[in-house]
């Protein structure tokens, strides 16, 4: 093998060990579970919802982007390993503001919407206390 191809395959698998590292990194840092409350919000008839990041993200196997976004142009332009917002900092709990719907809406549309795609799945959808905790 000449010296010219073995450099071209450690730069590879080197460049290959740095992405796959950095993926390990970036998916360590987030938690397994994650509580969503309600704060802010004018009423609060169902209570906080549990969600488990790690089955999401890993079993299910979630694109980040799918719930994570930031909007420029109408384009969600957010990757893996840029921060993470909370959604209240977009999504008011109060009201709608531009594009942004009120946070609960914007929870339910991106939770409820993905369940019924995939409700042959055991993804509930129907039922609140299928995901809320209640008060």
């Known amino acids: 093998m000449s010296k010219s191809r073995l450099r071209l395959i450690v730069a590879a698998v080197f460049t290959g060990l740095i992405f796959l590292t950095a993926g390990v990194l970036t ?3 987030a938690p397994d579970e994650i509580s969503i409350e309600n704060k802010g919000y004018k009423s609060d ?5 549990k969600f488990s990041h790690k089955k999401h993200a890993a079993d ?3 694109k ?6 930031v909007y420029k142009d109408g384009k ?5 390993g840029d921060p993470v917002q909370k959604c209240s900092e977009c999504h008011s709990p109060e009201e709608k ?3 942004a719907d009120k946070l609960q809406l914007s929870f339910h549309k991106n939770c409820q919407g993905c369940h019924k795609e995939l409700k042959d799945k055991e993804a509930p959808y129907k039922k609140c206390n299928d995901c ?4």
């Open 97 to 99: 503001k531009g594009n």
């Open 60 to 62: 299910y196997k979630v």
């Open 76 to 80: 969600n332009v957010w990757k893996e």
């Open 64 to 69: 980040c982007a799918d719930c994570h976004h």
């Open 132 to 135: 809320h905790q209640g008060k």
């Open 27 to 29: 998916a360590a840092d």
């Open 45 to 49: 008839k169902k209570g906080p919802v």
